[in-house]
């Protein structure tokens, strides 16, 4: 079946420092690719989404490339803010899987520090 | 544009009583929702799906005695926590997807729903 493995976070850095959180999935098909974020106490946010190769998704400072050689899906911002704090989670959509379910990574903790 | 809201943000209830968590799409028809559980610092755990107007799919190990899903309009799904107990306190999120208008595999998540049993 279908996964998406994220890096385990939690993720700790200084501000304006770079991010980098790895995503790699597996799929039957030919998925669209997401990436949401939850802040504490609140429901996902979608932040980005690629839906074919090559393409990068990008929002509020933050990218992910869609690499389909390497099965990746890989989350960057150049320079992080303390607001950045949040859950980041990294989600397949399978299109040719014929139910559309989505499936998530365990999601990856970004703590930023002033 | 699409926005699913739920209710209540949150709910604290007796051991043995049941509650009922709303979620509503408010500027589209949701042809599917979806329930999600997490469990602090965890991923989201599906649920279970629902079509309008049909049964819903559970996913394994999901009790569909316990967590009663209803999707009676395009606009309003529900779950209600049957005979809750300590353990089912949770946060509980759901989201929708407009087959209609949207592409088939977005989807728009509500804020969740915080229950604590006592």
């Known amino acids: 079946g279908d996964s998406v493995t994220q890096m385990e976070g939690p993720v700790t850095l200084s501000e304006e420092a770079c991010l980098t959180i790895?995503?790699?999935?597996?799929?039957?098909?030919?998925?669209?690719l997401f990436w949401y974020v939850q802040y504490p106490g609140e429901g996902l946010q979608l932040l980005l989404k690629?839906?074919?190769?090559?393409d990068k998704g990008s929002n509020k400072g933050f990218e992910a490339t869609y690499r389909k050689e390497t099965t990746s899906f890989h989350l960057e911002k150049g320079s992080v803010q303390v607001s950045d704090s949040a859950v980041y989670f990294c989600?397949?959509?399978?299109?040719?899987?014929?139910?559309?379910?989505?499936?998530f990574g365990r999601g990856t903790s970004l703590i930023v520090h002033p | 544009g699409a926005v699913v809201s739920q209710h209540p943000s949150r709910v604290i209830c007796k051991s043995g009583t049941s509650v009922k968590i709303e979620c509503r799409s408010l500027?589209?028809?949701?042809?599917?929702m979806f329930w999600y559980r997490q469990f602090p610092k965890q991923s989201l755990m599906l649920m279970a799906t629902s079509n309008e107007g049909s049964k819903a799919t559970y996913e394994q190990g999901v009790e569909k005695d316990k967590f009663l899903i209803n999707h009676a309009s395009l606009t309003l799904s529900t779950l209600t926590v049957t005979s809750a107990h300590p353990e089912d306190s949770s946060f509980y999120i759901c989201?929708?997807?407009?087959?209609?208008?949207?592409?088939?595999?977005?989807?728009?998540f509500g804020p969740g729903t915080r229950l604590t049993v006592t």
């Open positions: 690629a839906t074919k190769a090559d």
């Open positions: 500027d589209f028809q949701a042809t599917t």
């Open positions: 989201s929708a997807r407009d087959g209609v208008r949207s592409p088939s595999y977005e989807q728009y």
């Open positions: 989600a397949l959509s399978d299109q040719t899987g014929g139910s559309y379910i989505p499936t």
């Open positions: 790895n995503c790699t999935y597996t799929a039957t098909g030919y998925p669209s």
